[in-house]
């Protein structure tokens, strides 16, 4: 089955402690995304990457952190700076930069 | 910049039809898309407009303004299964980051 996969489903942080989400995508897709979502919002993007070994900050990008050293993995590290993470996140996909994205499954951070 | 703006919630009941109203300011503009999101879930695709008018996917339609800002989706035969939450997102020319918008809650009752 093609698709993306994100892990773990639930993840909890102890304060200054760095954790990181994994992304996976079988989909043969060129662009990966992070994206951050709280409570009754939308998603707000952290981090994109257009092709393997380049990456962008979105809007929301500090505290947290990228990799793009494969094209089917976009693994995302949110650091200690990142006062607030607990948050909803959501990975996503699409073969272009400019194609219809695809989500995974999602990971909930909460801070112990 | 960009923004969207989206009624909060919506109520309807099965078998009914409604519309989700999203306008949107943009300083570029390359196309309006609706995500469906059920609780604790990921948001999927449903439709995307490019250009102006209504494009129909079975029981869902979304219809696109440009001249107006505005779009809509249109969701008939309601089913209980359709409460979730509906995203608009507007996408910019020149980079392909999506924006969202912050979500159409839609009950669903018998």
């Known amino acids: 089955d093609g698709g993306i996969t994100q892990s773990p489903k639930y993840l909890f942080r102890k304060e200054g402690q760095n954790v990181t989400l994994s992304c996976e995508q079988n989909?043969?897709?060129?662009?990966m995304y992070w994206y951050r979502q709280d409570p009754g919002q939308g998603l707000r993007l952290i981090y994109y990457?257009?092709?393997?070994?380049?990456?962008q900050k979105g809007d929301i990008a500090e505290g947290y952190s990228v990799s793009r050293e494969k094209k089917e993995s976009f693994p995302l590290t949110v650091t200690s700076a990142q006062k607030n993470p607990t948050a909803f996140y959501l990975c996503?996909?699409?073969?272009?930069?400019?194609?219809?994205?695809?989500f995974g499954p999602g990971t909930r951070l909460l801070v112990l | 910049g960009q923004s969207l703006e989206q009624p909060s919630e919506v109520t309807a009941v099965e078998g009914a039809i409604v519309q989700i109203n999203c306008t949107y300011q943009?300083?570029?503009?390359?196309?309006l898309s609706w995500y469906q999101q059920h609780d604790g879930g990921a948001p999927t695709f449903l439709s995307y407009?490019?250009?102006?008018g209504l494009e129909e996917t079975g029981r869902f339609s979304s219809f696109l303004s440009r001249s107006d800002s505005y779009g809509y989706l249109l969701l008939q035969e309601l089913q209980m299964k359709d409460s979730a939450s509906y995203f608009c997102?507007?996408?910019?020319?020149?980079?392909?980051?999506?924006?969202f918008g912050t979500g159409t809650r839609l009950l669903v009752s018998p």
């Open positions: 407009n490019a250009l102006d």
């Open positions: 996503a996909s699409s073969p272009g930069p400019q194609e219809t994205q695809y």
């Open positions: 943009t300083s570029g503009f390359y196309g």
């Open positions: 997102a507007v996408r910019g020319t020149g980079f392909q980051k999506l924006v």
């Open positions: 990457s257009q092709i393997v070994n380049d990456f």
């Open positions: 989909l043969n897709h060129d662009a």
